[in-house]
């Protein structure tokens, strides 16, 4: 009887967006009469924050605070199409889309701005904190505030911009499978400490120590719930779940929490991570989609500790103590 | 089915209701009461979505009977902000971004919220066993454990300073 | 967490304000105050619950299907069948050209698994909605079925779908979606040691707290609202309206707020029903996936079971790798023809390999139709692919970290599916692990980059 630790690596990479591409997504931008910007999507957010990003995406590209835009989604009434959620596109896609409309509606204010200031147009800056001026001189300025109220009420101009963002689709060759499945790729890097106890096969994760390439972190604790809740769900795929525990045959499907299992809070390794930054040259300020590859890593980085520490090598998942033990009483003859 | 009298305190204000007989407090609370935050996750008291505190406890609504809450004290999340300001829970949850779809997140502070109740000065095992009860899908556990220090650390020092 | 800029920073602008810094969420002030409002935070009068009746059997012909006890139970209002459904076709990819379509709404003359849907009970409570199936009395022949993806595909196994005719999707006229890159005999016959290994995965749940649902509700003017926590909403209005032979702008779809998705929630599984039950009734129906349901009966993670075959020089080169892949499609076609692409597209794993064979089959079994999730085609393929990596480091006596070093793709190299690498960072991802994890490798190692391939 014996805890026998053990550690294992494992290398990934991960496509953003929808395999083969053909995902668009649009988005329509615009200001109100007092310098606030809508963006109209009809975007889903399952929790990781998209609301939150393509806020900071569109107040980047306007030049203007993240607080002064509001995200306005989803309805299919008045947000334009948008391909879905999932597949790690939303970062990329739909904020490219944003991206173009902020653009076209941040040109339109500088126009208004520029006659406002008897300049050009090309002489003009935002400062970031709600203000145009011109570059050089900036005592000669107008608030947002203003240039919209004048964009509105004098001039009759649409501060208002549409983008829209696809990948072009992409059709595999039937004998040779040549193909573009994706455009950009982040990346990962997970070594897993574990702890095994070889009486019960109970395997414990002491540490998952993990490098992710992003292209680039937009919101970084928010990427960091990504890779600390990803990384909770590939422990949780590698050691706990299943539907089916005795697949392929059906019996004893769990349709509970009570068997269905997951880790809880007092299963949870250290986690220590890292960011690596190769902005990809067509993602949103170089931004690649990280959602999914977080819980890719963990897993096999698991089953290679285990490896380490017992010598036994479980090659399906999960890796239930049951499994771990039988592999130990093999060994010992 | 016949209908039941239930006359209880619900985040502080006396409550008076004919609900169904043998329907839930959580059936309660969202259809009959209009309040949305106690979740409905699993309704097989597996999941913990559904808690509320009856009367200090952390309980499960989606097996309590509405009609057994008689007489009793039952907070749910909307009872914990006291005129507009945020409970050091609802504050170390924000900044420690310790919720991201927020669907478990009203039942994790409720839990969160006894346990801090009776024991000001929790170790980390402590709140791993209070919160055990509540499963989150997103956030993989670690910034809701560090809110909840954080919360209690805020809270031993207000009572401090009062 | 830490930034590692070293790597790359010549690529990086640095004067960025509003991104590339931590801003709080925009929706944690709601969630914490319990004010986020999903789907189901809502009440509206008249609210018809929809209870679904399902298969108990994993493979069986329907006789018969009678309703008429279950119509006289109190507070049953209407119970839908397959005759109801304006266009009883519930291939969600047809958008996007999969064909043939392979699965109903509701099931008429077979089911192909256990917990298909067979027959919609609407009713003026959830009471009464499970008192309704209960009553509702369907006749089977039981069949033979199929649950092992090798098995299904030999011949004479139980057909499990004739709308293949088959027990596999076909990729235009192959049984599989197939790469090939170079010559994988060539490159086994060159290299020192060969091996095959297969590995095995079995469904996987979503178990998002928030179960799949939608509550849809009839306006004044002849259209409908769906409040759906689907994770896209156009993809949802148009196959429901596909569904319901409905002109697209009668429909709307609310949502944009999920109780985590995860994959799961992009099956357009219960706004069809609940559309047409809002249509039939003109009262607003909800249709809520118990847990149950979500557990058993929404589609999972695919079950995957993946052959690999290697051949590697003495000194660490992977000169070929041949795969097999077998998704555990169940019993529809569902996501999964694209899914299984995507695994071959993701083949041999980011590498650079001379010699790459690769055939990825998509399987019908008599099982719920798996579907996406987290990680799409690739998450059990990384699995295999990453265990079989420190098989062959170990089989070398290479470091597992070096022996991925060596072998990583870098810019500029051809990838089996013959497209140039670009923005590769696989090398500095792992010396930053190393260095993390104290996790010492040679300084040859250390040296290299992804940006281009060393002498």
Known sequence: MAKKRGRGMASVNYPTGMNLGGDPSQALVHATTTGSF????????????????????????????????????????????????FASRGTHRIGNAIIMAAKEAKSVMLEVAAEELEVDSGDLETDGKGNIQVKGSPQKSISVLNTALAAHFKHGKMISGRGIFLQPRSYPEPETGKMTPATCYAHACTVAEVEVDTETG?????????????????????????????????????????????????????????????????????????????????????????????????????????????????????????KVLRGIQALNG | MTKVAVQFTLNGQEQSEFIEGGSTLLAALRGKLGLYSTKAGCHQGTCGACTVIIDGEPRLSCLTLAERCTGKEVTTLEGLTSNGALHP?????????????????????????????????????????????????????????????????????????? | MEYRKEYFSDARREDLTEVGVTRQRSDVLGHVTGKTQYYADRTFPGLLHLKMVRSPHHHARIKSIDISKALKVPGVVRILSAKDVPQNIYTILCLIQVEPNDEPVLAFDKVRYKGEQIAAVLAESEQAALAGVAKVKVAYEELPAVFDVEEALKPGAPLVNEYHGRNWFTYEGHHCRRVRFGNVEEGFAEADHVIEEMYQSSPIEHAPTE???????????????CYSNTQALYFTLDNSALILNSPFHKLRLIGGTVGGGFGGKVDVITEPIAFLSAMLTRRPVKYEYTREEEMQVSSPRAAERIYIKDGVTKDGRILARKVRLYVDAGAYSRHSPYGTTKAAAH???????????????????????????????????????????????????????????????????????RKEVQGAALVECVKAAADLAHWPIGERYKAMSSEKREA
Request: aromatic share 6%; with cysteine; proline share 8%.
């Open chain 3, 211 to 225: 179960t799949t649902g939608c509550i849809v509700v009839p306006d004044q003017n002849e259209r409908y609202a």
């Open chain 2, 89 to 162: 829970l609802q504050q170390a949850f924000m900044e420690g971004f310790a919720a991201q779809c927020g669907f478990c997140t009203p039942g994790m502070i409720l839990a969160a919220k006894t346990l801090l109740d009776r024991n000001p000065s929790p170790s980390r095992d402590d709140v791993i066993d209070a919160i055990s009860g509540n499963i989150c899908r997103c956030t993989g556990y670690e910034p809701i454990i560090s809110a909840v220090l954080t919360a209690a650390e805020q809270l031993r020092g207000k009572k401090k300073n009062a």
């Open chain 3, 347 to 417: 083949m041999p794993g980011p590498y650079t390999i001379p010699h790459v064979w690769v055939d990825c089959h998509c399987v019908y079994t008599n099982r719920t139709p798996s579907s996406a999730m987290r990680g799409f085609g690739v998450t059990i393929g990384d699995f295999a692919l990453e265990v079989q990596m420190d098989k062959l480091a170990r089989l070398v006596g290479m470091d597992p970290m070096e022996f991925r070093i060596l072998n990583a793709y870098r810019d500029g190299d051809m990838k089996a599916h």
């Open chain 1, 202 to 322: 109970e395997v414990t994760v002491l540490a998952l120590k993990s490098a992710y390439e992003v292209g680039r972190a937009l919101n970084p604790r928010m990427v960091e719930q990504q890779i600390i809740g990803g990384a909770w769900m590939g422990l949780s795929h590698a050691l706990y779940e299943t539907t089916e525990p005795y697949y392929p045959d059906r019996s004893h499907g769990p349709v509970d929490f009570n068997q269905y299992l997951m880790p809880g809070p007092g299963d949870l390794p250290r986690f220590e991570n890292v960011i690596i930054e190769r902005p990809a040259p067509d993602g949103p300020f170089g931004a690649k989609g990280v959602g999914e590859m977080t819980a890719n890593s963990p897993i096999p980085a698991i089953a290679n500790a285990i490896f380490d520490a017992v010598g036994v090598r479980v090659d399906s998942l999960p890796i239930t103590p049951e």
């Open chain 1, 38 to 85: 809508i963006v109209t999507l009809s975007s889903v957010d399952l929790g990781q924050g998209l609301k939150t990003v393509m806020a900071q995406i569109c107040a980047e590209t306007l030049g203007v605070s993240t607080d002064n835009v509001i995200i306005d989604t989803a309805d299919t009434d008045t947000g334009p199409h948008c391909m879905g959620t």
